[in-house]
């Protein structure tokens, strides 16, 4: 099935739902307390953006991420800062202001 990027039948809306199902076991991984674990989810997550971006119905997924990121810009450890910083880059990089993905932060 061809992916259009807006969630228009049922096969899509059943594909977005798993989508979150596994986002919502994938999100804390990108602030977990074990330093690689959640470089590793950070790094997985940039390399996933690009795709999800492209779904305007998965702008409450990248909005969680996002909001689960923003912990790790307070971490005492550079890398897990500075690749922080690179997702949050990435998210701007690809969502940006072009209309396709409204972040819904709480």
Request: hydrophobic letters at 40%.
């Amino acid at each position: 099935m061809l992916c259009t990027g807006v969630w228009s039948c049922n096969a899509d809306m059943q594909y977005y739902q798993c989508f979150v199902q596994v986002f919502r076991y994938f999100v804390p991984l990108l602030r977990d307390q074990n330093t690689k674990v959640s470089l590793q989810a950070q790094q997985a997550f940039r390399q996933m953006l690009p795709v999800i971006a492209t779904f305007s119905g998965l702008s409450v997924v990248i909005g969680l991420a996002v909001e689960t990121v923003c912990y790790n810009l307070r971490s005492r450890n550079t890398e897990l800062r500075k690749s922080a910083s690179g997702v949050l880059d990435a998210v701007i990089e690809y969502v940006g202001n072009d209309g396709k993905c409204c972040l819904l932060l709480h």
